[in-house]
Protein backbone atom coordinates (compact mmCIF):
# COMPACT_ATOMS: atom_id res chain seq x y z
CA UNK A 1 0.00 0.00 0.00
CA UNK A 2 1.26 3.49 -0.82
CA UNK A 3 2.58 5.56 2.31
CA UNK A 4 0.72 8.29 0.93
CA UNK A 5 -2.92 6.75 1.32
CA UNK A 6 -2.23 4.28 4.32
CA UNK A 7 -4.00 5.96 7.10
CA UNK A 8 -2.13 6.42 10.08
CA UNK A 9 -2.24 5.12 13.56
CA UNK A 10 -4.04 7.85 14.69
CA UNK A 11 -6.87 7.65 11.86
CA UNK A 12 -7.76 4.03 12.50
CA UNK A 13 -7.35 4.30 16.63
CA UNK A 14 -10.27 7.42 16.27
CA UNK A 15 -12.28 5.49 13.61
CA UNK A 16 -12.05 2.05 16.01
CA UNK A 17 -13.11 3.91 19.17
CA UNK A 18 -15.94 5.25 17.01
CA UNK A 19 -17.23 1.87 15.97
CA UNK A 20 -16.72 0.80 19.45
CA UNK A 21 -18.45 3.36 20.97
CA UNK A 22 -21.45 3.30 18.63
CA UNK A 23 -20.98 -0.95 19.08
CA UNK A 24 -21.17 -0.55 22.75
CA UNK A 25 -23.96 1.84 22.68
CA UNK A 26 -25.99 -0.71 20.59
CA UNK A 27 -25.67 -3.41 23.05
CA UNK A 28 -25.80 -1.51 26.11
CA UNK A 29 -29.12 0.08 25.10
CA UNK A 30 -30.62 -4.14 23.96
CA UNK A 31 -29.48 -5.21 27.66
CA UNK A 32 -30.61 -2.33 29.29
CA UNK A 33 -34.22 -3.91 30.57
CA UNK A 34 -32.40 -7.26 31.69
CA UNK A 35 -29.73 -5.46 32.98
CA UNK A 36 -32.37 -3.41 35.01
CA UNK A 37 -33.87 -6.88 36.01
CA UNK A 38 -31.38 -8.58 37.33
CA UNK A 39 -29.79 -6.10 38.93
CA UNK A 40 -29.78 -6.40 42.69
CA UNK A 41 -32.47 -3.41 44.48
CA UNK A 42 -29.61 -2.65 47.18
CA UNK A 43 -27.11 -0.12 48.26
CA UNK A 44 -25.39 2.00 46.18
CA UNK A 45 -22.73 1.80 43.67
CA UNK A 46 -20.11 3.61 41.73
CA UNK A 47 -19.56 4.13 37.91
CA UNK A 48 -15.14 3.94 37.44
CA UNK A 49 -13.81 5.30 34.64
CA UNK A 50 -9.66 4.55 34.53
CA UNK A 51 -8.54 7.02 31.92
CA UNK A 52 -5.76 7.56 29.07
CA UNK A 53 -5.56 10.67 27.10
CA UNK A 54 -5.75 10.38 23.42
CA UNK A 55 -1.91 9.69 22.59
CA UNK A 56 -1.95 13.51 20.68
CA UNK A 57 -2.78 15.34 23.93
CA UNK A 58 -0.44 16.43 26.93
CA UNK A 59 -1.48 15.42 30.65
CA UNK A 60 -1.84 19.73 30.48
CA UNK A 61 -4.23 19.68 27.48
CA UNK A 62 -5.79 16.33 28.88
CA UNK A 63 -6.35 17.76 32.48
CA UNK A 64 -7.38 21.16 30.92
CA UNK A 65 -10.34 19.68 29.10
CA UNK A 66 -11.46 17.30 30.94
CA UNK A 67 -11.69 19.91 33.89
CA UNK A 68 -13.26 22.75 32.25
CA UNK A 69 -14.73 21.49 28.39
CA UNK A 70 -16.05 17.87 29.92
CA UNK A 71 -16.99 17.98 33.45
CA UNK A 72 -20.29 20.41 32.56
CA UNK A 73 -20.77 18.09 30.05
CA UNK A 74 -20.43 15.30 32.56
CA UNK A 75 -22.58 16.35 35.21
CA UNK A 76 -25.59 17.61 33.31
CA UNK A 77 -25.47 14.03 31.40
CA UNK A 78 -24.78 12.45 34.89
CA UNK A 79 -27.86 14.66 36.86
CA UNK A 80 -30.08 13.56 34.19
CA UNK A 81 -29.14 9.59 34.97
CA UNK A 82 -29.54 9.81 38.70
CA UNK A 83 -26.19 10.19 40.29
CA UNK A 84 -25.52 11.96 43.67
CA UNK A 85 -21.99 12.49 43.39
CA UNK A 86 -19.36 12.97 40.00
CA UNK A 87 -15.62 13.18 41.13
CA UNK A 88 -12.59 13.22 38.63
CA UNK A 89 -8.76 12.22 40.25
CA UNK A 90 -6.43 13.81 38.03
CA UNK A 91 -2.45 12.14 37.83
CA UNK A 92 -0.03 14.41 39.33
CA UNK A 93 3.20 14.49 37.52
CA UNK A 94 5.11 13.65 40.78
CA UNK A 95 8.35 11.05 40.89
CA UNK A 96 6.46 9.21 43.62
CA UNK A 97 3.80 7.84 40.81
CA UNK A 98 7.40 6.54 39.00
CA UNK A 99 8.79 5.16 42.41
CA UNK A 100 5.71 3.46 43.09
CA UNK A 101 5.01 2.39 39.99
CA UNK A 102 9.08 0.50 39.72
CA UNK A 103 8.49 -1.19 43.15
CA UNK A 104 5.27 -3.00 42.21
CA UNK A 105 6.20 -3.58 38.56
CA UNK A 106 3.16 -2.27 37.15
CA UNK A 107 2.59 -0.11 34.00
CA UNK A 108 2.76 3.52 33.09
CA UNK A 109 0.30 5.46 35.40
CA UNK A 110 -3.57 6.23 34.09
CA UNK A 111 -3.91 10.02 33.31
CA UNK A 112 -6.62 10.07 35.85
CA UNK A 113 -10.27 8.13 37.38
CA UNK A 114 -13.65 9.57 37.35
CA UNK A 115 -16.13 8.21 39.74
CA UNK A 116 -19.48 8.57 39.83
CA UNK A 117 -21.86 7.64 42.43
CA UNK A 118 -25.29 5.97 41.86
CA UNK A 119 -28.23 4.96 44.29
CA UNK A 120 -28.10 1.86 43.25
CA UNK A 121 -27.44 -0.69 40.28
CA UNK A 122 -30.82 -1.19 39.56
CA UNK A 123 -31.66 2.78 39.61
CA UNK A 124 -28.57 3.36 36.58
CA UNK A 125 -29.96 0.57 34.77
CA UNK A 126 -33.41 1.65 34.46
CA UNK A 127 -32.23 5.38 34.25
CA UNK A 128 -30.00 4.54 31.36
CA UNK A 129 -32.97 2.68 29.93
CA UNK A 130 -35.01 5.83 29.06
CA UNK A 131 -35.05 8.20 26.51
CA UNK A 132 -33.30 10.88 28.41
CA UNK A 133 -30.93 8.26 29.69
CA UNK A 134 -30.15 6.98 26.02
CA UNK A 135 -29.19 10.56 25.48
CA UNK A 136 -27.59 11.19 28.25
CA UNK A 137 -25.33 8.08 27.44
CA UNK A 138 -24.53 8.97 23.94
CA UNK A 139 -24.00 12.37 25.17
CA UNK A 140 -20.95 11.36 27.21
CA UNK A 141 -20.01 8.89 24.88
CA UNK A 142 -19.37 11.08 21.81
CA UNK A 143 -17.96 14.09 24.22
CA UNK A 144 -15.40 11.53 25.45
CA UNK A 145 -14.24 10.58 22.09
CA UNK A 146 -12.68 14.37 22.19
CA UNK A 147 -10.08 13.75 25.34
CA UNK A 148 -10.34 9.96 26.13
CA UNK A 149 -7.96 6.77 24.43
CA UNK A 150 -11.34 4.64 24.92
CA UNK A 151 -9.64 1.48 23.51
CA UNK A 152 -6.80 2.08 26.03
CA UNK A 153 -9.16 3.15 29.22
CA UNK A 154 -11.79 0.89 31.14
CA UNK A 155 -15.42 1.79 32.70
CA UNK A 156 -16.95 -0.28 35.20
CA UNK A 157 -19.51 -0.29 37.92
CA UNK A 158 -18.17 -1.68 41.72
CA UNK A 159 -19.55 -1.68 45.08
CA UNK A 160 -17.75 0.67 48.03
CA UNK A 161 -16.09 -0.61 51.04
CA UNK A 162 -14.62 1.67 53.26
CA UNK A 163 -11.69 0.39 55.62
CA UNK A 164 -10.56 2.99 56.37
CA UNK A 165 -12.20 7.15 56.84
Keep these: MNDDIRPDANSRRRVLGGALAAGFAMVLASRLPEAAADSSP ?3 VKLVCVLRRRPEMTPAQFDDFW ?8 VKALTALGATRYVQNHTIDSVLNTTIGVSHSTGAAFDGIAEAWF ?26 KAFIDLPQSSFFVTTEHVLLG
Aim: aromatic share 0%.
Design 42 to 44: GGP
Design 119 to 144: PSERQLAEALATPAGTEAGQALADHE
Design 67 to 74: LNVHAPVA
